[in-house]
């Protein structure tokens, strides 16, 4: 019998390549997305990676406690990856609320829905490397003290340690993986890299003149999706459920980061690029770089893909999808 897996918030970056990875070991995958009246679920990423008819699509919404107990239920998942959230940060200060509810309190629904009807299920939840914020040691482990900077850090803050209390007052099996960032072509244009690698590939094209950035000096640790949910996978092979941070342990500034898909496509940059101040978080995270010791230790986990191979990858992907 094939291994089934329910992941939540499959429509995303990680869910795709975690379904990807999940159909390539032979898994029956199921995926949770939310619909709204304006449009049907988007498929985009399924489609890109050619996977969207091998993945069973369940509606549901991490709100509905009720709806994600029959989908529990029906689904009668081996294990369950929970990746829905409300992930932008910078939204997260816009609706501070909505936040809290789906990327905190959403979390508590599906650890309710998995107590309750697949007990014996395990479990993965997102954390995220934003809940270090104001770092407390200059490279972050699993001991490191948290300091969240952002509404969004601090309902994943209240996540995560959910998914630990569950763990010990309930015995289910969960682990948290703290994923620093991690990026790809999948990557939604929101955010920092996407923004970047889209905006490079525009004005090679000759559609934008400028890119548009705030603080361009802040640090992260920056690695792939691939490479990433391979380790969210691994996690939950492992007979002991526990918490591990993901990372590549290196730290690049934004500058950096930009100058490498600048390169890459052949322009100067700094005759394109500029900082706004409107851009600037009202809460600077300013330095994010990761240990991920423990998970190279447990499981033998290393990332394969290096940032400027990502970023090129991410800049051609981007002039593949305006060309058409």
Request: charged residues 25%; proline residues 4%.
């Amino acid at each position: 019998m094939a291994k089934r897996a329910l992941i939540t918030g499959v429509t995303g970056q990680d869910g795709a390549y975690l379904a990807e990875l999940l159909l390539q070991n032979g898994y029956e995958v199921h995926g949770l997305a939310r619909r709204s009246s304006s449009s049907d679920v988007n498929l985009s990423r399924l489609q890109w990676l050619g996977i969207e008819r091998e993945v069973q699509i369940v509606d549901g919404n991490l709100l509905d406690l009720s709806g994600l107990i029959r989908t529990m239920r029906d689904v009668k998942p081996d294990e369950v990856y929970n990746l829905a959230a409300q992930s932008f940060v910078k939204s997260s200060w816009q609706q501070p609320i909505l936040t809290g509810q789906v990327t905190g309190l959403g979390v508590t629904n599906v650890l309710e829905a998995v107590r309750l009807e697949s007990p014996g299920a395990r479990f993965y939840q997102a954390s995220s490397s934003e809940m270090y914020g104001l770092i407390q040691e200059p490279m972050q482990s699993e001991t490191t003290p948290f300091y969240p900077r952002s509404p969004y850090a601090v309902a994943k803050l209240y996540a995560h340690w959910l998914t630990v209390n569950y763990r010990e007052s309930f015995g289910v099996h969960a682990s948290s993986g703290i994923l620093f960032n991690h990026e790809s072509p999948l990557r939604g244009i929101e955010f920092v890299t996407r923004k970047v690698t889209d905006c490079v590939a525009r004005i090679k094209l000759g559609r934008a003149t400028e890119l548009r950035l705030g603080n361009i000096d802040a640090k992260r640790d920056w690695g792939h999706s691939k490479d990433y949910v391979r380790a969210m996978w691994l996690m939950l092979q492992q007979d002991v459920p526990d918490d591990y941070v993901i990372a590549t342990g290196r730290t690049t500034t934004v500058r950096d980061m930009c100058a490498i898909a600048f390169k890459h496509a052949g322009l100067d940059m700094d005759k394109h690029l500029i900082i706004d101040p409107a851009l600037f978080r009202p809460a600077e995270v300013d330095i994010l770089l990761g240990d991920a010791t423990k998970a190279r230790q447990k499981f033998g986990w290393e990332p394969k893909i290096t940032l400027e191979d990502m970023i090129v990858e991410m800049v051609e992907a981007d002039l593949k999808r305006l060309k058409k």
